[in-house]
């Protein structure tokens, strides 16, 4: 193999050599972060100033490492295993995801959940690892670490070149940026500002709300461009230096998003007001006042808003207007836990969720949980005809279905993939009218864009009366919906998992016949974090695809599972693409191809229903009874209360 000797750098000296570059070209020290942020600027705007000394000479600057966010080279190629250690405030989604990667690389990764200030320092003295990764890290690494020229320190950092702040994301969907991305930067004194290892940019084609870019796309990204910082610090080749005055260097300092430009105004057009919603969503949520009638009277109060969604029909809209004397705040209509608020220009937009307060001691709930609605108009959707598959309704409506080619594509977009009792019910009935519709020869549970399903709603469960008796009937509502699936005899059933999975999620979706995913998915399938046996037919389900030794250490390790290992074990059928858009984009194409073998699916689906129902029901029963006494235990209330409160 050839190698170009010119950048070839023994790695031990790459940050000797880059510390006197930087000396010789960058002048006077630059101020930290910290100082910067609290400089006074006008309120709403971000810095626009470069903060860094320009070097003059554009004509020498080499290119940018970037990584093609469209075609990443994911080629898993057996090279020196190393050992890295995680810094991370908590093994979030793009932690995990990261994680799993690397160890499917045959590297040996240790994680270190919310470490602080010299901790940071011991663990890593203590791991003696290659090199350290900060997935998702937003505090001070010490300069012990960073300093070490032996060692690097990546930094992934969830926006362009040059963007640097706590709130990145934020500011991205906020001013309606068209393109973002990931870095992974060495770690420095002024956090944000070290040397660019790798890059990654992607176009924001989407509505998509915070966590949704950063839990697909960013994460996307960032796991590429860790992938391509290795391989670059492998073979010794040095990280580019931040310089404002690269042309390709088109980010800059943004403060940290305040609580006044978290504050929506409702006269705008509903879909700016949308747009700021998503910007903080789903942490730390946006703020407005909401005016609701009650009893004659005008009530008021300022919440937390998340799960923006459009109303797209305008007549509805001047309809409720018409009624009474509206003004924008005002909540107009409801429907199936959301509300629909008035905002400028003739315009109306849902949302799902509401804080009672921004603060961590408020739950995030179902809009209609949280408001007094005596006298808000209810809106149902009495039904609904199949749209064209790829679209979805110009209204909320969190469980819809798309037909093409005699397949029924049903989608159940629930807020983090949480199923309230209520949801469960619905999606049951769903299921239920498409078993029967003789037009209909193949099924596809589509779940959501951003989760497949979570299982049941411990914040709904958690806010109920009494926890124990709402968790039963939240966990017998998803066993129906289950058993639905199990009950399409005469159709093949595919399961579609556009986003990640967890707990009864998992299970659910290996009722279909056949499982199919994309390589980005992350499965968690186990319930005992939260002190649960679980059930959703597990029992039956899991060890029926992967077999019982398996199925224990799947359901008993509590670890992260990537997609293609749950193929490789038998959990799930086929991996499609590297994201939901590729998975989607092939879905018609596989449902043609497995709609040449459904005869044979049916015969024997249809050959073991006799038995099949007693089967089931007897794993029901002891599933159940396990769970019974599960949420009579102390320990899971203590739990699940630190969960939805965290």
């Not at 176009?203 to 950063?214: D, F």
């Not at 389900?541 to 224990?552: D, I, M, T």
Request: some cysteine; glycine content about 6%.
């Amino acid at each position: 193999m050839m190698m170009r000797r010119a950048t070839m750098i023994y790695r031990p000296a790459w940050r000797s050599m880059l510390y006197l570059q930087k000396s010789a070209t960058r002048g006077t020290a630059v101020s930290s972060l910290q100082q910067r942020l609290t400089s006074q600027q006008p309120l709403g705007q971000a810095s626009h100033q470069p903060m860094r000394q320009l070097s003059q000479q554009s004509s020498e600057y080499s290119p940018l490492p970037w990584v093609d966010f469209a075609a990443p080279n994911l080629t898993k190629t057996a090279g020196k295993p190393l050992k890295i250690c995680f810094l991370c405030n908590s093994f979030n989604g793009l932690s995990q995801r990261l994680y799993l990667e690397l160890l499917s690389r045959g590297h040996h990764v240790m994680v270190h959940d919310n470490p602080r200030g010299e901790k940071m320092t011991e663990v890593v003295e203590t791991d003696q690892p290659d090199l350290v990764v900060c997935p998702f890290l937003t505090r001070r690494v010490p300069a012990s670490l960073f300093n070490n020229p032996a060692r690097p320190v990546l930094i992934v950092h969830p926006g362009i070149p040059g963007d640097e702040g706590p709130s990145s994301i934020d500011w991205a969907l906020k001013e309606g940026a068209t393109e973002w991305g990931a870095t992974v930067l060495q770690a420095a004194e002024t956090m944000d500002s070290g040397d660019i290892w790798a890059t990654c940019k992607f176009p924001v084609n989407r509505q998509a709300t915070k966590s949704s870019l950063y839990g697909k796309e960013v994460t996307q990204a960032a796991v590429v461009s860790v992938l391509k910082a290795i391989d670059a610090w492998e073979q010794g080749v040095p990280p580019i230096r931040l310089d404002y005055g690269h042309p390709e260097v088109k980010g800059e300092l943004k403060r940290k998003l305040t609580v006044e430009d978290r504050q929506v105004d409702w006269t705008q057009p509903a879909e700016d007001v949308a747009r700021g919603v998503r910007a903080c969503d789903s942490q730390p949520g946006a703020l407005g006042t909401l005016r609701v009638a009650v009893q004659d009277q005008q009530l008021k109060h300022e919440f937390a808003l998340f799960g923006a969604c459009v109303e797209g029909d305008p007549d509805m809209v001047w309809d409720l207007k018409k009624e009474r004397d509206v003004t924008p705040g005002d909540v107009i209509g409801r429907r199936n836990g959301a509300v629909l608020v008035a905002c400028g220009q003739d315009t109306a937009m849902w949302i799902s969720h509401l804080k009672a307060s921004p603060k961590k001691t408020s739950l995030k709930l179902p809009a209609t949980s949280v408001l007094p609605l005596v006298d808000v108009t209810s809106l149902p959707i009495d039904h609904c005809e199949p749209l064209p598959y790829g679209t979805r309704p110009k209204t909320f409506q969190d469980v819809w279905t798309t037909r093409q080619d005699g397949v029924c594509y049903v989608h159940f977009d629930f807020y983090n993939g949480a199923m309230s009792t209520h949801q469960c019910k619905r999606l049951e009935k769903v299921l239920c009218g498409v078993e029967a519709d003789p037009d209909c020869t193949m099924v596809v549970l589509m779940g959501g864009y951003n989760f497949f399903s979570n299982g049941i709603h411990l914040n709904v469960i958690e806010n109920s009366e009494c926890a124990a008796t709402e968790s039963w009937a939240n966990i017998t509502a998803i066993d129906d919906v289950v058993k639905a699936i199990f009950s399409m005899r005469s159709k093949v059933t595919v399961s579609a998992l556009q986003g990640n999975a967890g707990a009864g999620g998992v299970m659910m979706a290996l009722a279909a016949d056949k499982v199919w995913s994309h390589a980005g998915v992350v499965l968690n399938p186990h319930y005992r974090k939260m002190a649960l046996f679980g059930s959703e037919y597990w029992t039956y389900s899991l060890p029926r695809r992967v077999g019982n030794p398996v199925a224990e250490e799947l359901t008993h390790e509590l670890q992260p599972l990537l997609a293609t290992e749950a193929r490789d074990k038998g959990m799930i059928d086929d991996v499609i693409g590297y994201n939901a858009d590729e998975l989607n984009a092939q879905i018609p194409r596989m449902c043609r191809r497995l709609q040449l073998e459904s005869r044979e699916i049916l015969r024997e689906k249809q050959s073991e229903t006799s038995s099949l129902w007693s089967t089931l029901e007897e794993h029901r029963h002891q599933e159940l009874a396990r769970m019974w006494k599960c949420f009579h235990d102390k320990e899971y209330h203590k739990r699940r209360h630190n969960f939805v409160y965290h």
